[in-house]
């Protein structure tokens, strides 16, 4: 069996595993649903293990799945640094970037070290904004990326046709609560845990909840997404968030009776400014691939 693992083949997990699906991978690989199924086999079988868990809503990674996705990221970036150095391409420079603080704030300190590492030369300063923000300010050279978050209310759906954007990844939002949490009946009233109303987030979900009749009480305002998530691991509350925001020791309360329904939200890059300097250009196009 060879020991030399395909490129093509990692970088078709790494999609399928950010997707989600094989549906949803097939657009992003300009494949077709069974051609990325056989290209997974294959991965399996050079492997030796099962790579993802196949269910109803989707797939998953198994855990051999995701230390693979780990070392196929590594991989596929070294791959492309060397390409670009044949090219003779080197990054550099000063970038701006500015991301909204719900953007996976897990993985996000990984992935911007990885690209420092990648490309050592391009000074990379990133800032934590709101999303409202960002799209403010984009056209006003106050950063030269931005990363921000919309809202996918089913009744007005985005219009970005021929915007420019960059659409990074689609998630779920979710009414979420430490594992420990218990919901006491005999108060009659959710306890929340929320960001200041400067978030469009908070403000839309306590606008569904005014919509739906649920009565809650604001438990703990919190400064940011760091804060919000210590907040919920103390037990203080239930908090709104995206799926890949969502703490550790925290899970989503499906099926919770009196919790309304939440859409998905969209995540994405901020089109270009008119004459930016090309670097910026390549550097956008580089963190679609990372972040996305």
Known sequence: MSRILDLELLNTLVVVSNAGSLSAAAPRLYRSQSAISEQVRKLEQACGVSLLARGKAGVSLTPAGERLVGHAQKLLSLSDAAWRDMQ?????????????DYFRPHTLPIIIR????QFPQLR????????????????????????????????????????????????????????????AAATGRL???????????????????????????????????????????????????????IPPTAAPLEGH???????DVEFSLAPSRAGE????SDVRDLLAAHLG
């Open 88 to 100: 003779g391409a080197q990054l550099t420079g000063d970038l701006r970037l500015a991301i909204t």
């Open 114 to 117: 990885r690209i420092r590492e």
């Open 124 to 183: 990379l300063h990133v800032c934590v904004r709101k999303s409202a923000w960002i799209e403010h300010e984009a056209n006003a050279g106050s950063f030269d990326i931005g990363v921000s978050m919309t809202i996918l209310h089913t009744a007005h759906p985005p219009n970005d046709a021929g915007s420019g954007r960059i659409r990074l990844r689609r998630e779920p939002l979710h009414w979420v609560a430490d594992n420990s949490f218990v919901l």
């Open 191 to 245: 306890p929340l845990v929320v960001l200041p109303d400067t978030c469009s987030l908070q403000r839309f979900a306590l606008h569904t909840l005014d919509a739906h009749g649920v009565a809650y009480s604001v438990e703990q305002i919190a400064s940011d997404i760091g804060s919000l998530h210590l907040a919920l691991a103390a037990g203080l509350g239930i908090a709104c968030l995206n799926a890949s925001a």
């Open 257 to 263: 009776a009196g919790l309304p329904a939440l859409p």
């Open 277 to 280: 300097p090309p670097f910026v």
